[in-house]
């Protein structure tokens, strides 16, 4: 079945680590794709998205994206975590011919995270 | 600055009872979506709406239903609560047009069915 997958369901860092999230997709063809964070207590807000263009995207606080097409991956990366990273991260994939007009995204299961100070 | 709101934070209702989940967005968004979100699986979707009146059927409708009769609001009904539908649910919204799928959400409503 075509789905978003996110490889690890929970990472647990110390502060200044790296980062590295995997999200691989199964959808042939031309995708848009999203990172969003839920914080502790607050509601899903949007990362970073990717839909042409350079595949390297930045985003909000420090966070990038690299979109490869021939893995179909869109792993999350940042270069130093801090304790205020701790959250749940979900990719998301509009794929082709499915989100019409309406945009759905079909998201992965979630990664938490959680950063230790 | 896009805001959606959802009307309760928190909510524990009976098994059998009718559930009324309320959904207002600002920003005059066509299309709305409802999600339910548990533990390990995500946020799945349970039914969106392109336009007033207009619904479509997610990947779980089961057990839900919605009614959209104005732009800015998007209604998620459970017509007999049951257990199983304990649960986060999530209201989103976004913009038809320029190929701009990023949804907004709500803080989401903690639904438990006694």
């Known amino acids: 079945a075509q789905s978003v997958s996110q490889h690890n369901h929970h990472v647990i860092l110390s502060e200044a680590a790296s980062l590295e999230l995997g999200c691989n997709y199964s959808?042939?063809?031309?995708?848009?794709l999203f990172w969003y964070v839920q914080y502790p207590g607050q509601h899903l807000q949007l990362l970073l998205k990717?839909?042409?263009?350079?595949?390297l995207v930045k985003g909000i606080k420090g966070f990038e994206a690299e979109f490869i097409k021939s893995k179909f991956s869109f792993n999350l990366r940042k270069p130093s975590v801090q304790w205020s990273d701790t959250a749940e991260y979900f990719c998301?994939?509009?794929?082709?011919?499915?989100?019409?007009?309406?945009?759905?995204?079909?998201f992965g299961k979630g990664t938490k995270l959680s950063v230790k100070p | 600055d896009v805001k959606v709101t959802q009307s309760s934070r928190y909510l524990v209702k009976r098994t059998g009872e009718k559930v009324f989940l309320e959904c207002v967005q600002d920003?005059?968004?066509?299309?709305m979506f409802w999600y339910r979100q548990d533990p390990g699986l995500g946020l799945r979707l349970i039914y969106f709406?392109?336009?007033?009146?207009?619904?479509e059927k997610g990947d779980i409708p089961e057990g839900y239903s919605v009614s959209r009769e104005k732009k800015e609001r998007f209604s998620l009904i459970l017509e007999s609560a049951s257990t199983n539908q304990t649960s986060m649910y999530l209201c989103?919204?976004?913009?038809?047009?320029?190929?701009?799928?990023?949804?907004?959400f709500g803080p989401g409503t903690r639904l438990t069915v006694t």
């Open positions: 990717y839909f042409s263009g350079d595949p």
């Open positions: 920003m005059d968004h066509e299309n």
């Open positions: 998301a994939v509009t794929p082709p011919n499915y989100g019409g007009s309406q945009g759905n995204l079909i």
């Open positions: 959808y042939g063809g031309t995708v848009n």
């Open positions: 709406s392109y336009d007033v009146k207009m619904k």
């Open positions: 989103a919204s976004s913009f038809t047009g320029g190929l701009n799928y990023e949804q907004y």
